[in-house]
Structure formats: C-alpha cells, structure tokens
C-alpha cells in the first residue's frame, strides 16, 4: 500500500536560449526511498534539480513534491525539502556549530530547540570534537557532513542531494552513503540523488533514471538496468566433460571452458530464461553442478545508454 509519492513530475522542460536542457522529464519518486539521476556531465541533472527544489522554474511539465504543486504550492515545496548543491550554505568563517545555530535562526527554531537540534546534529555526524573550529579548517568530507547537518535542521521530507560525493575519498564517500542510508531508513526520508558515480547509484539508490542530453533514457533498479543491456550471461558449471559436451549442444550459441568446465549462455538473469535454461537441461537429462547469473555492470549500462562515454569525460 506504499504508493504515496515523494515527487511526481510530467513532461518537465526547459530550455536556455535555443539550447535545450530538459525535454520532457516524468519522474515518480515513492516516500522512504532513494532515486538516483545519473547522468554525464551537462546531461541536465542539476537544471532538474533546481527545479524541482522551485530554485529556477520550468517552461513546461507539471510537478508535485511531498504533496505540494511545484507552480502553485512553491512556499509548501520549499518547507518540504532540502537541498545540499554543488554550491554548499556552508559559511567558511563561522564554526560548525554558528553555521547550524544560523540554520535554526533561519528556520525560526527558538534559540533553545535551536541549540538542541545543532548538538543533536553535531553528535549524530560525528563533528561534536570540531563543533567550535571554523569550518575552514575542516576536510572536504566533513564539510560535506556539515553542510547536509545544515539541510537536516529544518527537518525536511525530501531532500535533495547534488553529487554528494563528488571530490571525496573513498572512506569519506562510504560515510556519507551510510548517513544518506540512515536517514532513509530510521526518519523514512525521500531522497533524490543526483551522481556521475555509477557506484554511488549502485549502492545506494532504489531506483535509478539515466538521463542523457535531457532526456531519460533507461529507468529501473540497478539489476534491471544491468539486465537490459548485452553481456549478461548464465554460466553453467558441470563436473565432467561429457556433460559440459552435451549441455553444448543443446543450446544455440555458447562460449565453453572446457578446462573451468563451464558453459556461458548468453542472455539476461531473469526468471523465464532460467527456467528454460533448466527445463532444456533437464529434458536432456544433463545435471550442472552449478549455475550463476552474470550480468554487466553499471559502467557498461551507462556506455550503452548514453551518448558521451563516461570515459571521455
Ligand atoms: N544558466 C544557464 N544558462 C545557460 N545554459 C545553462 C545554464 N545552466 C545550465 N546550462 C546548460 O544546460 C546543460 C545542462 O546543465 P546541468 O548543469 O543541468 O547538467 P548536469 O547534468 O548537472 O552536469 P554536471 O554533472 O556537469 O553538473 C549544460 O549544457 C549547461 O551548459
């Protein structure tokens, strides 16, 4: 029964000059999930975000967010979300804790919900030892951590998240993903991810679009993407050579190992080309000792559905 929706949005355009960004973008984003816009650069990711965060308006389309209409509602939308941008809120010259207590002014929290809410945030992102150092002292990943603690204070429902990690190292960027988890799971946030990391999306999104000179071209979870593209393949494994020589013949076109035993059928993972797979063995009455599925990875999704390699970038 959980179809309520986080964002819906039909035939989203926009265009500067006679450059179009967006041609026609229809989102439909569950409450309590993670959507991910993936996407080269220039593809049209954070135009999509700007508005549907009302920061800049559409020529076109229609949108809801959390249940208000982006064109009519946008006092509602903005109470409703927050954003964290490529271009962070995040005051260099103050400290951590003076650029939450700011939020908490701006949010009009009394002073004293105000300083719980900052303490709440500081311990909850491990910034209570920094809390009074100014944040131009601080990393790349906890500026990062501050400036989503700042979106936080306002206590939004959906919340928009541009290349969270982009420029972090590896252990800063899995620190985030377990925060961006976290406030998924214990405060059933929505949360709209834009990233040029395939990995990202994999690891963290429900449902990923990929978007590609404003347009989307492919929508699914990260296996269904995988599964739509070449490359995929069952592999079979059989304990001796007469079996992997007889399993040969019977299917039409197959790659064979015959040192590894194996049989690689090419095809996607889902259940109707299993169950034929099995079927097809089992009339021959050929036993494989194990089966696996393979599918590409996202890199290879995105090399596929999208026009500008991400290698070139
Ligand atoms: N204010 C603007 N005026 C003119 N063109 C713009 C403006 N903002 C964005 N564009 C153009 O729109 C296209 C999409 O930009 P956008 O920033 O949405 O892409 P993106 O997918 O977020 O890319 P990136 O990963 O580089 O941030 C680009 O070609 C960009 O040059």
Redesign the pocket.
């Known amino acids: 029964m959980n179809t309520a929706l986080a964002v819906s949005a039909t035939g989203l355009r ?1 265009s ?2 006679d ?1 179009l ?2 041609d026609g973008i229809d989102l439909r984003i569950p409450e309590g999930t993670v959507f991910a816009l993936l ?12 508005i549907l965060s009302t920061l ?1 308006p559409a020529d076109a389309g229609e949108a809801r967010i959390a249940g208000h209409d982006l064109g009519t509602r946008s006092d509602g939308v903005r109470a409703a979300i927050g954003v964290t941008g ?1 271009f962070s809120a995040v005051d260099n010259l103050l400290t951590a804790e003076e650029n939450l207590l700011l939020m908490a002014d701006l949010n009009h929290l009394s002073r004293r919900e105000g300083r719980r809410r900052s303490t709440d945030l500081l311990r909850r992102f491990d910034l209570t030892e920094a809390a009074r150092k100014p944040v131009a002292t601080f990393s790349g990943g906890m500026r990062r951590k501050l400036d989503l603690a700042m979106t936080l204070v306002g206590d939004p429902r959906v919340i928009f998240l ?2 969270p990690t982009t420029g972090l190292d590896p252990r800063s960027r899995r620190t985030m993903w377990e925060i961006i988890r976290s406030l998924v799971v214990d405060e059933g946030v929505t949360i709209f991810l ?1 990233t ?1 990391y395939l990995e990202e999306a994999d690891q963290l999104a429900d449902r990923i679009a990929v ?1 590609d000179h ?1 347009r989307i071209v492919a929508e699914g979870t990260a296996e269904e993407l995988k599964r739509r593209i070449p490359g995929g393949h069952i592999r079979l494994r059989f304990t001796d050579p007469y079996a992997l020589e007889t399993a040969a013949g019977l299917f039409a076109s197959t790659h064979r190992d015959d040192e590894a035993l194996t049989l690689d059928i090419p095809g996607d993972g889902g259940i109707p080309t299993l169950r034929s797979v099995i079927d097809i063995l089992d009339g021959a009455s050929v036993e494989a000792a194990g089966l696996t599925v393979h599918t590409p990875d996202l890199d290879d999704v995105f090399l596929a559905l999208t026009s500008s390699p991400a290698g070139a970038r």
């Open positions: 926009k500067y000059g450059k960004v967006l996407g080269p650069n220039g593809a049209g990711k954070t135009t999509t975000v700007q800049i490529q541009d290349e834009t040029q978007l404003g």
